[in-house]
């Protein structure tokens, strides 16, 4: 398996920009995860989703982040308007049936809002 | 609310040598999951080890190694035999029910 699959590897935008980012997750696996990591806080749980359905969407900051999984090889996040504070890397996970399993990682998108 | 904390934003070990990283965290909960997961300046977060709660022996890969005492809610690792790419940060991480929490990270230097 390729293992989790995230696109754009680096997004440079600018300010009140719309930024879409995507992940493909495990094969098989049930679970899908959205982390954002900044020096200031570390990394965090933005939503996760289980089956295709959000499960737990209090991470998300505010109302500009939201995201989606169609289906269950495909998941976005999506931010409108973006601002400079959402610099940061964003990563996309996936684990098997029980949520407390194992979590793997893709690389990251790593995302600049100028 | 779970916390997950990591007191230590940064230690050095000399290579070879053994590095202990520390790692608390609160719940309530009696049934939970605990990870170190490594990211390297890839930025990939790679899993480490995992505990399971309710299991009272110390889970170890190779040369590493963790202290779970349940009691103290402690999950600290141990890295023997430091490596120059053991170089990483590390996060400790909780699993509960529905809850995932990480820690802030703890960036280990090795030196040679």
């Known amino acids: 398996d390729a293992g989790v699959i995230q696109s754009p590897r680096h997004e440079v935008t600018e300010m009140g920009q719309e930024v879409t980012l995507r992940c493909k997750p495990i094969?098989?696996?049930?679970?899908l995860f959205w982390y954002r990591q900044t020096m200031m806080r570390g990394l965090e749980l933005l939503i996760y989703f289980n089956n295709n359905v959000p499960i737990d969407d209090s991470g998300m900051p505010e109302d500009r982040f939201s995201a989606k999984m169609p289906n269950a090889s495909f998941s976005t996040l999506k931010i409108q308007p973006s601002e400079p504070r959402d610099s940061a890397v964003y990563f996309c996970a996936s684990s098997l049936t029980v949520p407390q399993e194992t979590q793997y990682f893709g690389p990251g998108t790593r995302l600049l809002v100028l | 609310a779970q916390t997950v904390t990591q007191s230590q934003p940064e230690m050095s070990v000399q290579e070879a040598e053994t590095v202990t990283l520390s790692c608390t965290y609160d719940t309530s909960e009696s049934d939970y999951y605990l990870f170190w997961y490594k990211q390297p300046p890839s930025r990939q977060m790679i899993l480490v080890i995992r505990q399971e709660a309710y299991k009272q022996q110390n889970a170890t890969e190779n040369r590493f190694s963790v202290n779970f005492q349940k009691a103290a809610k402690s999950f600290s690792l141990k890295i023997s035999d430091s490596q120059l790419g053991d170089a990483a940060m590390y996060f400790c991480a909780y699993e509960g029910t529905y809850k995932y929490i990480f820690g802030t990270g703890t960036r280990l230097k090795v030196l040679a």
């Open positions: 094969s098989g696996h049930d679970y």
